[in-house]
């Protein structure tokens, strides 16, 4: 969506496994996002990156990990810490610079199934 | 701390009836909010954004939204349903002046347009 490319679209991760979700953004935005997604709860904010080598945590960081080794790419790393990962997974990017203020553009998503 | 409160999860419409998805916000200060639609395995699509300015705001396919600051509200509104809006909506929200932090986002609310 919007030059915002998520992959794989489905991914099943065996009980142990680290995976990896990949975020590739050609809209030359300056921030990026992970939110997962749960029936009825919302987003919620896993991580997010400003600038190239930096990263906050959000509010579910526990069990995940991220990279932001170029503008462009945000990957997600689904550990085996994280119990229960089984949930559709968006990435979403903005500019932080620039007139006004444009709120997010989102990937199509990532759906985990753990099996 | 900001937080958004979508109190329906379901709102049931006929096609051709006006719809309303309701939206409160808690911020400290003043609020820079956003409605976004999702369709099924997708992303979420922008609809519209109140920043400052009229209270009245039109978004994209003929929805809008009316923000209320003494209510700490912001409804989305559309005077005639189709059944192609059936879809789940995102409210969410951020300071103003919060120095680009993240938005936060509602639980979301299942729109049906029934025929």
């Known amino acids: 969506d919007g030059g915002i490319t998520q992959s794989p679209k489905y991914l099943f991760r065996k009980e142990g496994q680290n995976v990896t979700l990949s975020c590739e953004q050609n809209?030359?935005?300056?921030?990026m996002y992970w939110y997962r997604q749960d029936p009825g709860q919302g987003l919620r904010l896993i991580y997010y990156?400003?600038?190239?080598?930096?990263?906050q945590k959000g509010d579910i960081a526990e069990g995940y990990s991220v990279s932001r080794e170029k503008k462009e790419s945000f990957p997600l790393t689904v550990t085996s810490a994280q119990k229960n990962p089984t949930a559709f997974y968006l990435c979403?990017?903005?500019?932080?610079?620039?007139?006004?203020?444009?709120?997010?553009?989102f990937g199509s998503g990532t759906r985990l199934t753990v099996v | 701390a900001q937080s958004v409160a979508q109190p329906e999860d379901q709102v049931n419409v006929a096609e051709g009836n006006p719809l309303t998805v309701k939206c409160t916000y808690s911020?400290?200060?003043?609020?820079?909010l956003f409605w976004y639609v999702q369709y099924p395995n997708r992303g979420l699509q922008f609809l519209l954004k109140?920043?400052?300015?009229?209270?009245l705001v039109k978004g994209s396919y003929g929805f809008e939204a009316e923000f209320n600051k003494s209510q700490t509200s912001f409804h989305l509104k559309k005077p005639s349903a189709l059944v192609s809006d059936s879809a789940l909506y995102f409210c969410a929200v951020r300071a103003l002046n919060s120095g680009n932090t993240p938005l936060v986002f509602g639980k979301g609310t299942r729109l049906s347009v029934i025929a």
């Open positions: 990156s400003q600038i190239v080598n930096d990263f």
């Open positions: 109140y920043i400052t300015g009229d209270n």
């Open positions: 809209l030359n935005h300056d921030a």
């Open positions: 979403a990017t903005t500019p932080l610079t620039g007139p006004g203020d444009y709120g997010y553009t």
């Open positions: 911020v400290s200060g003043n609020p820079y």
